[in-house]
């Protein structure tokens, strides 16, 4: 499918969705959004995609929603529009792991964005913040809500009420990215990291995000319970007798998915 705002490449079991506004450093306006959703839907529903990776360019992943395209609307357009929150839920839908690359400017929209994505490797040159208090407005897309989960009330606050950047020091020794690499190597790393993934039963990829995503939704024993049913169930697969087989043989398992 032709897209105007991102650019996708499907290979090796990985699709790369690249944003693609250089000109705005990637703001999300409602075209970009749309093409990235169904970009991930097609990923998710392809047999030739076993993980997802989101990227920017070299000076942002995103700087934000589109403040152009914000600018002028009014609280009923907004509410009226549920502003980016069909899109929200459809990326929340996507049940393929989503590896968001970022480099550069992470900031508002662009830093939940990545959020949204199931974990994020930065590079050295990554700032994320949540800089809509600069606006006049607050975080609407997860600044509140999930950059809390990810790093703690207190620089949650420190965050949101400030707008401060974070650089990828801070973000990596906070918890809000799981790795940090030179710039020169963000794209290799993530795809290295993509392809080990790509290399599990996507049934046992997919039961992780969704036991791994639910910790943040309900009591710890509900968790663990969940967890436990998802592993008991994981015993109906192919993917299990081989995994456990290559194991004993002392060999490289071979997954199908089934
Ligand atoms: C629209 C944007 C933009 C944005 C940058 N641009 N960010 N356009 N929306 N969020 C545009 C600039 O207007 C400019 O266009 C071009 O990109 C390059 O940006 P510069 O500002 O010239 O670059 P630089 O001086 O390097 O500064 C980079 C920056 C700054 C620090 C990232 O652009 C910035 O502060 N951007 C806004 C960040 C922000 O406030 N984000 C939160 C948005 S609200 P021209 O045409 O002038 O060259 C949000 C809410 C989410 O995200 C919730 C939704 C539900």
Redesign the pocket.
């Known amino acids: 499918m032709a897209y105007e705002t991102i650019i996708v490449d499907t290979a090796d079991d990985v699709a790369t969705i690249r944003l693609n506004r250089p ?3 990637n ?2 306006n409602q075209m970009l959004l749309n093409e990235l959703c169904t970009a991930l839907e097609e990923a998710d529903a392809s047999d030739k995609v076993r993980c997802i990776v989101v990227t920017g360019s070299e000076k ?1 992943f995103a ?6 395209e ?1 600018a002028d609307k009014s609280y009923v357009d907004m509410t009226a529009q549920a ?2 929150q069909n899109q929200s839920r459809r990326i929340e839908q996507i049940r393929k792991p989503i590896i968001a690359a970022v480099s550069g ?1 992470a ?4 830093c ?1 964005l990545a959020m949204m994505c199931d974990f994020i490797i930065a590079s050295d040159t990554a700032k994320f913040g949540q ?2 208090i ?2 006049g ?1 607050i ?3 997860g ?1 509140t809500q999930r950059l809390a989960r990810y790093v703690g009330k207190s620089k949650a606050m420190d965050m949101n009420l400030t707008g401060r950047f974070m650089d990828a020091e801070e973000a990596l020794s906070s918890g809000l990215v799981s790795r940090v690499v030179p710039a020169k190597k963000l794209m290799e790393e993530t795809q290295s990291a993509a392809q080990k993934i790509a290399a599990k039963s996507l049934l046992a990829s997919m039961a992780a995000k969704d036991a791994v995503n639910r910790a943040f939704e309900t009591t710890l024993a509900e968790g663990l319970n969940y967890e436990r049913r998802t592993f008991y169930g994981l015993f109906a697969t192919q993917d299990q007798k081989e995994g456990m087989a290559a194991f004993q043989e002392k060999r490289e398992a071979q997954f199908r998915d089934k």
């Open positions: 000109d705005a450093l703001a999300l942002a700087a934000g929603a589109d403040i152009t914000m502003y980016f400017y900031l508002g929209g662009g939940e800089p809509e600069n606006l407005v975080a609407g897309m600044g």
